[in-house]
């Protein structure tokens, strides 16, 4: 079965400064990933996504995020944060023939002044 | 394209009442997810349909959950006789499965359900 695990159930980061979420999954064949974004009250935003090919990829918003299979992990960076980005964020990985997502739990992102 | 809508977006109701929430997808759409998102957590999968077909509902959460996509376009989620345990938000998305490109799916804003 698979799994996605972020550990950081709460970050608070300042503006302007850099920002690294982690998200490790559990799953048996070749992964697809996913960051969706949600604020409050909202449905989720998807913020970017990795299927094969380069591990590194660029979403939207300025975000980022680098599979490493041997480490099970797909983290979402920005080097910059501004005070929009205060959401919660969502990994989740599925795979083809396996159509439903699995979320993590989610890191509740705070921007401070 | 207008995204995925999702309506009512609020619903309070009475515990043992029937509730029914649409979603209607991305027009091009032919695939439809439901998930639930209780506080604190992130949304679980319940069920989809690739066009009017149902072709996943073991994960519903009960019999009293049930799901349509009649005609393959929009879709309903009931809820009957309702429980305080079923609070949460509803989430819809689609997506379009083609071979030429891997499945991405859209959200819409969801329906926050509470049951007093």
């Known amino acids: 079965a698979q799994s996605v695990t972020q550990p950081d159930i709460h970050i608070t980061v300042s503006e302007g400064a850099s920002l690294e979420l982690r998200c490790n999954y559990s799953y048996g064949a070749t992964p697809y990933l996913f960051w969706y974004v949600q604020s409050p009250g909202q449905g989720l935003q998807l913020l970017l996504k990795?299927?094969?090919?380069?591990?590194l990829v660029q979403g939207i918003k300025g975000f980022e995020a680098e599979f490493k299979r041997s480490q099970s992990s797909f983290n979402l960076r920005k080097p910059s944060v501004h005070w929009s980005d205060a959401a919660e964020y969502f990994c989740a990985v599925g795979a083809w023939g396996n159509e439903k997502l699995t979320f993590g739990t989610g890191t509740r992102l705070t921007i401070i002044p | 394209d207008t995204g995925v809508s999702q309506n009512p977006r609020h619903k309070i109701t009475k515990r043992g009442q029937n509730v029914t929430f649409r979603c209607d997808p991305i027009?091009?759409?032919?695939?439809l997810y439901w998930y639930r998102q209780t506080l604190g957590q992130g949304p679980e999968f319940l069920t989809y349909f690739q066009n009017e077909a149902q072709l996943e509902k073991s994960r519903l959460l009960s019999d009293r959950f049930s799901a349509e996509r009649p005609k393959g376009s929009f879709s309903t989620l009931e809820i009957q006789r309702t429980e305080q345990g079923d609070s949460a938000m509803y989430l819809c998305?689609?997506?379009?499965?083609?071979?030429?490109?891997?499945?991405?799916?859209?959200f819409g804003p969801g329906t926050r359900l509470l049951v007093l």
């Open positions: 998305a689609s997506s379009l499965l083609s071979f030429a490109d891997q499945e991405t799916q859209y």
């Open positions: 027009s091009e759409h032919n695939r």
């Open positions: 990795y299927f094969s090919g380069d591990t």
